[in-house]
């Protein structure tokens, strides 16, 4: 990997600590009989961690220089497909699981929102993601109601799951290092959880609601809702709170009155 040329374009920054990369695995929950579908293999080393503790792992990888290299581990459980997995069906990728499978990835932050969102709102057969993303990124995913970090990420992922940080990783355990630190957020998902809401609907409703940090739910709601429904189905004190101020649980409830 000496003579790889790093790609800004994707992100790559690559782990190499054996203990650090077999500790992720573990903060997954991967087992035996599991299914693993890693997004960015890069040189292979959280791949071979997870080679050795999952029953197959498909692993995707955009970089197709790399294809060499990963060919040559000659993993036996593992399949590397080289394509962009965020432009492929969700059909696709799930063709080369027999089940329910869990996702492992260490992400770049341009694909990190784009791909969570994929595979929530996409997938019925996903049970969890355990992925490596920039710390201020997992701070934003865990945060909740009244926190400075809390926004559609914390509440679409509460909606759809828990999100739980399992451990914090310093920018010096990568190569090339980059100007951050990192953090393992593992999503535990549970699409039962509010089963009768519309899952469509209710992202637009959130993203509505968090249209502008600084304005009232009444100012960011009225862009999508007429003022005067949203004043006879929502009290006053609700309307002048911001969105931030309101837990997943409460904004379900404010969701169902505007039905």
Do not use: C, W
């Not at 693993?36 to 999952?54: H, M, N, P, Q, R």
Request: hydrophobic share 40%; aromatic share 10%.
């Amino acid at each position: 990997m000496t003579e790889h040329k790093f790609k800004k374009k994707f992100g790559q920054n690559f782990l190499k600590d054996k203990n650090l990369l077999d500790a992720i695995v573990r903060d997954a929950g991967v087992k035996e009989q599991d299914e693993v579908l890693e997004i960015g293999a890069g040189a292979g080393a959280l791949t071979v961690s997870l080679s050795k503790y999952a029953k197959r792992v498909v692993s995707y990888e955009i970089d197709r220089e790399l294809e060499d290299t990963l060919n040559s581990l000659q993993l036996k459980n593992v399949e590397f497909v080289f394509t962009d997995a965020l432009k492929t069906n969700i059909e696709d990728i799930e063709s080369h699981f027999e089940g329910r499978y869990k996702l492992v990835a260490n992400l770049p932050y341009y694909i990190t929102t784009p791909l969570i969102f994929k595979f929530l709102e996409e997938s019925e057969r996903l049970t969890s993601m355990t992925i490596m993303v920039q710390k201020e990124v997992a701070q934003r995913i865990v945060s909740s109601e009244g926190g400075k970090d809390y926004g559609v990420l914390s509440v679409m992922l509460a909606f759809y799951g828990q999100a739980e940080i399992m451990r914090e990783v310093n920018r010096n355990m990568f190569y090339p290092v980059p100007n951050v630190d990192s953090a393992v957020v593992r999503i535990n998902i549970d699409k039962n959880k509010f089963s009768d809401i519309d899952k469509a609907k209710f992202s637009k409703f959130i993203k509505a609601a968090f249209a502008m940090r600084r304005k009232t739910l009444l100012n960011n709601l009225s862009r999508d809702y007429d003022k005067k429904i949203l004043q006879e189905k929502l009290t006053q004190d609700t309307l002048r709170k911001r969105a931030e101020q309101f837990s997943i649980d409460e904004f379900v409830e404010l969701y169902k009155k505007l039905l």
